[in-house]
């Protein structure tokens, strides 16, 4: 609310889009649901229907403004493979692979590129001064202090979290014996966040962001990686601000770095909301979930 004059004259600039940009970037929005199904696929060694697989991708985005951080999608996909046929220990280990994977190759290019542009974020007085990294510690060292504790406490846990790991590292193992799973894990894993970022950096110049596109989808990638400790519904508002903040650090002016974030918002997140929800709805009719 405070800053509602900023959002009002970004919806301002979104009169100035050119077209085709736009076009591209929904492509981009479009493949990363086959990039997902690809991944999806490569995670587990049972082959999975195709055409099943890459409605169920679509349908998941639906289902992940439902529930925070991405349970939405896990638990569609969790479905889809026990459906399938595949046991839900072996399903629940295919879903940890695949998080495990998105997010060791999101924060693999992240620091190639930031390693290869060092310049690309200034974040300067757009974040408390020395906060961040005294903050990201102590979350993180909350987060394991309180996991190691519940696991010395509760025996019966320990043993299913053991045998979970157990399971999960048998069924990594299997899927990397196979080059074609692996190389459909890793590849899609590779190009899901690159196709999202492809998509923002199309919308950037659709309306003329003084940014380059590399460092567009270098505030892409670490947008989402700040984002990703904010557990909210498809991470409505959290993404926003931290796309926001980090378009800006790479040099955006204020008013156009919202309209490219209210822009890609709408592509990837409005406008297939309602055919994803019917998508979801029928693949529930029809048992495929």
Not at 146 to 159: E, G, K, Y
Not at 259 to 268: D, F, G, P, Q
Not at 273 to 286: F, H, I, S
């Amino acid at each position: 609310m405070r800053h509602r004059s900023v959002l009002i004259e970004g919806f301002g600039h979104l009169k100035s889009a050119e077209w085709p940009w736009l076009v591209a970037a929904a492509t981009a929005t479009c493949l990363t649901w086959v990039a997902a199904a690809v991944t999806r696929q490569g995670a587990v060694v049972q082959r999975l229907p195709a055409r099943r697989l890459l409605a169920t991708q679509f349908a998941a985005g639906a289902a992940n403004h439902l529930l925070p951080t991405g349970l939405g999608a896990g638990a569609v996909n969790l479905r889809f493979m026990t459906v399938c046929g595949v046991p839900l220990a072996r399903s629940s280990a295919a879903l940890a692979l695949y998080l495990l994977a998105e997010s060791v190759a999101r924060l693999t290019l992240l620091s190639g590129l930031l390693i290869a542009f060092p310049g690309a974020l200034q974040l300067g007085g757009l974040l408390p001064e020395g906060a961040v990294g005294p903050l990201l510690l102590l979350g993180i060292g909350a987060v394991l202090c309180a996991a190691v504790a519940v696991l010395a406490l509760v025996r019966r846990l320990r043993a299913a979290v053991f045998s979970f790991l157990r399971t999960a590292f048998g069924e990594a193992r299997s899927v990397h014996t196979r080059p074609s799973r692996a190389l459909a894990l890793w590849g899609g894993s590779l190009a899901f966040p690159l196709l999202q970022a492809a998509g923002l950096a199309a919308v950037g110049r659709a309306l003329g962001l003084p940014v380059s596109p590399t460092h567009m989808m270098i505030a892409y990638l670490a947008a989402t990686v700040a984002v990703a400790m904010v557990p909210t519904p498809g991470g409505l508002g959290s993404v926003e601000a931290a796309l926001i903040v980090a378009l800006v650090a790479a040099g955006g002016p204020v008013a156009v770095a919202t309209a490219v974030v209210l822009a890609y918002r709408i592509i990837t997140v409005w406008l297939p909301l309602l055919p994803g929800a019917l998508t979801l709805g029928a693949l529930v009719r029809w048992k495929v979930i």
